[in-house]
């Protein structure tokens, strides 16, 4: 297996046309028409009203202790409360269409990411094709196009599983790693231990 995989020092260059090719395809799948369907399920309604909540606070507390009316949410991390949050600031309120961008733009990273590592390891087209299907999964189409954690916890991981090959495959690991530690940080944030402990477990399947 390892006499297919390129030496460290033989990265090839990526180039920019298909990484914007790519996120042009992403942009096309996961964004169009984003706002139109009303939010309906209780996980969408619940990161909406817990983000609005949060913008609209007077305190900070409130971003570092999400609430759902009066009703602190301490169950799960906040970071998913805090991107939708982010993302309705160009806006007036926390609506349809920015709750659910933040899921959007991390599917859209997530294809770039399937890219750059198929391509690594396996050559343009096999990066290309594999950027295509991941996007094209139900379940990822899906996930893309809802709020939630699913996909930002997956960019995390996918980031935090890329920056520790490149360690590998490259003269200049401390940024790589640094990098890795930072995803994995945020994938933690995200979903708690459970989000960097899928990572470790890959690394390890790996290095056994």
């Known amino acids: 297996m390892s006499s297919m995989l390129p030496l460290p020092g ?14 042009l395809l992403g942009a096309a799948l996961f964004l169009p028409y984003l706002g139109r369907r009303d939010l309906w399920s209780s996980r969408e309604t619940r990161v909406a009203q817990v983000a609005r909540q949060m913008r609209f606070a007077d305190s ?3 971003w570092i202790v999400p609430r759902l009316g ?11 409360y805090w991107m939708a949050a982010i993302c309705s600031l160009p806006w007036r309120d926390v ?7 933040p899921n959007a ?12 590592m198929g391509r690594s390891l396996f ?46 495959r490259t003269g200049n690991p401390r940024a790589w790693l640094l990098l890795c530690y930072a995803a994995l940080g945020l994938s933690f944030l ?12 890959i690394i390890l399947a790996w290095l056994a």
Do not use: H
């Open 123 to 168: 050559g343009r087209g096999s990066g290309l094709l594999a950027a295509v299907a991941f996007a094209t999964t139900a379940d990822v189409w899906l996930e893309g196009r809802t709020s939630g954690i699913e996909m930002p916890l997956l960019f995390f991981n996918l980031l935090a599983l890329c920056s520790w090959w490149k360690s590998r």
């Open 70 to 80: 009066d009703e602190e949410r301490l169950k799960k991390p906040p970071l998913a």
């Open 95 to 101: 609506d349809e269409f920015n709750s659910r961008l």
């Open 60 to 62: 900070v507390r409130e």
């Open 10 to 23: 033989t990265a090839r260059p990526l180039p920019g046309r298909d990484l914007l090719l790519v996120a």
């Open 105 to 116: 733009l991390a599917s859209i990273g997530a294809m770039l990411l399937v890219y750059i």
């Open 190 to 201: 995200q979903k708690g231990p459970v989000g960097p402990a899928q990572v470790l477990l």
